[in-house]
């Protein structure tokens, strides 16, 4: 069984693969549509925030750009 925070950590390896090549989209648009600094953004993606907040944005993110595997 894979643990929550290995599936957390492809995650945010999803949203920065999408955010790279996405010419459209940036950490600092990602992080205003969530209301939230990009610093904070930054330390989520990075890892340095594990709470269950954290865990709700990366989830909204992969929700929102429909980044989850079929």
Do not use: C, P
Request: charged share 30%.
């Amino acid at each position: 069984m894979t643990e929550i925070s290995e599936i957390t950590s492809k995650d945010r390896e999803k949203i920065k693969q999408y955010v790279e090549n996405n010419k459209f989209l940036t950490h600092t648009m990602l992080a205003k549509r969530l209301g939230i600094s990009k610093a904070k953004w930054s330390r989520i993606l990075n890892g340095d925030i594990i709470s269950a907040e954290a865990n709700q944005y990366i989830d909204m993110v992969i929700t929102m750009y429909e980044l989850q595997e079929v």
